[in-house]
């Protein structure tokens, strides 16, 4: 069983910084990759920004030049920073950890969710 726990959403003004936090635990062997998906209203879920073992990241294009993606493996800890936030950036932020397991088994599983509310 692994439990992801994520951190840091809010409401911030249009122009502020946020930063949120994911944190893995449990029966992980190794961290594939991670990343930070969002879903707005009526919208479908989208992803944001990844980063793998490797450090070797990718961005939407909507927050490129805006939000960073880093990882601290020997937390089994993803964070996203977010800057210069924009009314559209308001959504549920979510976790997503692909892990190999201490079997040998590669998994994928998914944090609770985080609200981010970019507003004045």
């Known amino acids: 069983q692994v439990q992801l726990v994520e951190s840091g959403g809010g409401l911030v003004q249009p122009g502020g910084s946020l930063r949120l936090s994911c944190a893995a635990s449990?029966?992980?062997?190794?961290?594939?990759?991670m990343r930070w998906y969002r879903q707005a209203p009526g919208k479908e879920r989208e992803l944001v920004a990844a980063?793998?073992?490797?450090?070797?990241?990718n961005y939407a294009d909507s927050v490129k030049g805006r939000f960073t993606i880093s990882g601290d493996n020997a937390k089994n800890t993803v964070y996203l920073q977010m800057n210069s936030l924009k009314p559209e950036d308001t959504a549920v932020y979510y976790c997503n950890v692909d892990y190999y397991s201490d079997y040998g088994l590669l998994h994928s599983d998914w944090g609770q969710g985080t609200q981010v509310t970019v507003s004045s």
């Open positions: 449990g029966s992980i062997f190794s961290i594939n990759a």
């Open positions: 980063i793998t073992r490797g450090s070797s990241t």
